[in-house]
């Protein structure tokens, strides 16, 4: 099993962390660099992470994960946890669209629609993934519990975020650092962008 990615994404992180002791090739890529041509050979949608595996190759971190959890004979995920993650997915997509566009030179904080509405999605998602920690809804270490630690962390690791009104998501995370895999995969080491 090959997969591709980047130590310092979110979605790459998280299936790090579902794999765990699973024997994989990990090919770290500098994807807007020197990385990129091995990128596009490898996944036309230019996305990671991307995996093979017997001859199979997925470019989704949520169709991988799916795939892996078959293979380790995990139970599916319920409606409500993939609604859960859609939550954490789309704060995420939003997040990498501002940490993108301030890279390439942009004012992301300037006052235009399509940056309000970034901001407005991540900070409301964010709350109603608060309200559910706080109610409980990721006190089991599975997938979606590790993607909302991936995305809070990476979030803190790049500052796009005033945690102010969802603290309960930094206590989420800071609670769960001694998680299997959690500090091996700390976009923090051997950041590649």
Excluded: H
Excluded at 28 to 48: F, M
Aim: net charge negative.
């Amino acid at each position: 099993m090959k997969l591709i990615g980047s130590t310092t994404s979110p979605y790459v992180r998280r299936i790090r962390i579902l794999l765990g002791e699973d024997p994989y090739e990990f090919v770290n890529l500098d994807i807007y660099g020197e990385g990129r041509d091995e990128l596009r050979r490898n996944n036309p949608a230019l996305k990671i992470p991307m995996i093979e595996d017997d001859g199979q190759e997925l470019f989704d971190s949520r169709i991988i994960a799916r795939y892996l959890s078959a293979k380790q004979n995990r139970d599916p995920l319920t409606w409500d946890q993939e609604n859960q993650l859609t939550l954490v997915d789309a704060a995420n997509d939003s997040a990498v669209t501002l940490l993108l566009s301030k890279k390439s030179g942009v004012d992301v904080d300037a006052d235009i629609m399509f940056f309000n509405l970034q901001r407005e999605r991540i900070m409301t998602t964010l709350r109603t993934l608060a309200a559910q920690v706080d109610d409980g809804g990721f006190e089991t270490w599975d997938y979606p519990a590790i993607c909302l630690y991936c995305l809070v962390d990476w979030l803190d690791f790049r500052d796009i975020v005033d945690f102010s009104g969802v603290e309960s998501l930094v206590a989420f995370r800071d609670a769960r650092k001694d998680k299997p895999w959690v500090a091996q995969t700390d976009p923090r080491q051997n950041q590649t962008v």
